[in-house]
């Protein structure tokens, strides 16, 4: 057993049989994993004996410390190990991380009654505030805002006009900022919307129905027409499939499958005694199964979802665990509607992880099993994280670089960063050195992630440039190129030390990786490169090209006025200004622009 395994093994025999919380470290010591369990010394001795698959042999593979924190109970150890996660981000945990957040709907429920659309409902709110949701998308939610903002004269503005806007005169608005409406009138209104934003939809339909035919027979048609399509919308998007829930409180309930490695979750979301929103993920199952969902669902409000008045989990979930976390009422079902209902959850997750387990398979060899044949070719122990730079200027000015990140084969576009060059002539090495060693100075100065590969968008020269910028840094960060082919298509990598040409099958999941990094950077640092541009006048625009002075620059604003019509001249027309060579730089400048 070599020393690392010697290590861990001596470390196990101290374990103690207690709850607590594990942190697994790679070879940089950078935490990559992070865990509960009941019993500590069982379940960290489970990942260093047998064999394992998946992501869990994956994790395994890249262990080679770990670290534990002893507490007094199982809830304890379900809040550290949610604080940990948040703290140190850990690879293996955001695999299992659910980003996915909805909106909801803001009914302001004030002596002026108003409708808006919210996602942060942590955000401090004014006290007479309701929310309803979630939505599957800001559009159903809109959509919903404005169909109640069309049948009912709600307020529209954010602050008081001093005299009544349009939104009065075609009859959507009361006019609250100068007329006193009668409190009978706003309570019905009150009344009826939060019945709709509840789930029942009776009187909004009645509503309608009998504004409609009342229009009709009055032979306006166009109009009876719109009041017919916003009833067949109420109907078709916004009555759900009804379930056999008769206390019409507000459910959630968690279904699970797992098989192959993954384990897919369900949640289905009963509002109004009716489902309004599902929501589904699937994720590689790297740790227990009860742990794993227990934890799901524990984080799974820690998104911006609101808790409702209790949640229906399946018979694997520790129940009294989630209640002291969470604090609302869980249940277990064995028996009777609700249970079906867990069962129902159970078999769309397993439907779910069917449908879409190719496509993960398929995506994981394109992303980490590329990424993985990119660290074995360039002999590295570990390649979690590639910074990717490219330049862009346009005749050496409004120079700019950009840089983005993959992490485990995907892009990780918080982590994204701009450099407006200072550097003003076309100088692809000097730029290069410029974006480098701000990057990296900054890395050092503030302590940031260091990457395991950085890739430049070049050449032999752009390289050799990256590589005498880290190393005066003190940092030892491997730096490979990408090489095109006359047609400027990626064809080679340029890496090792002296620099040798590696060559890529076009055909392979690699190529692929590469070419989808290399675009990300170059559109990401483009968009940059015109986002600059736009911001210079007319006459700072002149100034960039070289043989155009004050006074040229004065006889082409006074004949041309505007960037438009100089860019429609033609090179003759310019010529009568400006030389020759210097006109036909002015348009290919403008036709760049």
Do not use: W
């Not at 019945?195 to 109009?223: A, P, R």
Request: charged share 30%; with cysteine; net charge positive.
């Amino acid at each position: 057993m070599d020393n690392v395994n010697q290590k861990i093994k001596q470390k196990l025999s101290l374990v103690p049989e207690k709850p607590g919380c594990y942190q697994m470290k790679n070879c940089d010591g950078v935490i990559i994993y992070v865990g509960k369990a009941k019993r500590l010394k069982r379940r960290l001795s489970s990942y260093f004996r047998g064999t394992h698959t998946g992501k869990t042999a994956k994790l395994v593979s890249e262990i080679v410390d770990f670290e534990y924190i002893v507490v007094e109970s199982e809830i304890e150890s379900l809040i550290l190990e949610n604080n940990l996660i948040k703290k140190y981000d850990p690879k293996y945990n955001i695999l299992l991380r659910d980003d996915k957040s909805y909106p909801y709907i803001e009914f302001i429920n004030e002596d002026i009654p108003k409708l808006s659309i919210v996602r942060n409902i942590n955000r401090k709110r004014k006290k007479n505030t309701n929310l309803y949701g979630p939505y599957p998308n800001v559009t159903a939610a809109r959509n919903t805002v404005n169909l109640l903002n069309r049948l009912y004269p709600l307020r529209k503005c954010k602050t008081f006009d001093k005299k009544p806007c349009l939104y009065y005169h075609i009859h959507e608005c009361l006019g609250y900022c100068q007329y006193k409406i009668d409190k009978v009138i706003i309570d019905q209104i009150k009344n009826e919307i939060i019945h709709f934003l509840n789930g029942d939809h009776s009187f909004i339909t009645k509503k309608i129905e009998d504004e409609m035919y009342l229009q009709s027979e009055n032979m306006n048609y166009e109009k009876a027409k719109e009041l017919k399509e916003m009833l067949d919308y109420i109907k078709l998007v916004l009555t759900k499939q009804k379930v056999e829930i008769k206390d019409n409180i507000n459910t959630d309930i968690f279904g699970f499958y797992t098989d192959k490695g993954y384990l897919s979750m369900q949640v289905f979301f009963i509002r109004g005694g009716k489902i309004v929103e599902k929501h589904s993920k699937i994720m590689p199952l790297i740790d227990e199964l009860e742990a794993e969902v227990n934890r799901y669902i524990a984080t799974f409000y820690d998104k911006g979802i609101i808790l409702p008045k209790e949640i229906i989990v399946p018979s694997v979930v520790d129940e009294q665990l989630l209640f002291e976390y969470l604090n609302v009422k869980i249940i277990k079902p064995q028996k009777g509607v609700k249970n079906k209902l867990v069962e129902m959850a159970n078999n769309n997750a397993k439907i779910l992880l069917e449908e879409k387990f190719e496509l993960i398979k398929r995506d994981e060899e394109k992303t980490i099993g590329a990424n993985e044949e990119l660290k074995n070719i360039l002999n590295l122990s570990k390649l979690d994280r590639i910074e990717l730079f490219d330049n862009a200027h346009l005749f050496g000015t409004f120079n700019v670089s950009g840089m983005v990140v993959f992490i485990d084969g995907k892009p990780s576009k918080n982590d994204y960063r701009k450099f407006k060059i200072t550097l003003d002539k076309n100088d692809d090495y000097g730029t290069m050195h410029e974006a480098i060693y701000r990057r990296y100075f900054r890395v050092l100065k503030d302590d940031l992630t260091k990457p395991d590969l950085i890739i430049v968008d070049g050449g032999l020269g752009q390289i050799n440039v990256a590589r005498e910028v880290i190393t005066s840094l003190g940092l030892n960060i491997p730096i490979v190129g990408l090489k095109k082919d006359d047609h400027h298509a990626t064809n080679a990598l340029l890496a090792h030390n002296p620099i040798v040409e590696i060559p890529i099958d076009r055909k392979s999941n690699l190529f692929y990786y590469l070419e989808r990094m290399q675009d990300e950077v170059h559109k990401f640092t483009i968009n940059y490169h015109k986002q600059i541009r736009s911001k210079g006048s007319l006459s700072s625009t002149l100034d960039n090209i070289e043989g155009i002075g004050e006074k040229r620059k004065k006889e082409l604003l006074k004949k041309y006025h505007n960037l438009t019509k100089m860019k429609e001249a033609s090179t003759q027309e310019l010529s009568e200004i400006l030389p020759e060579k210097v006109a036909k730089n002015l348009l290919e400048f403008l036709n760049n622009l």
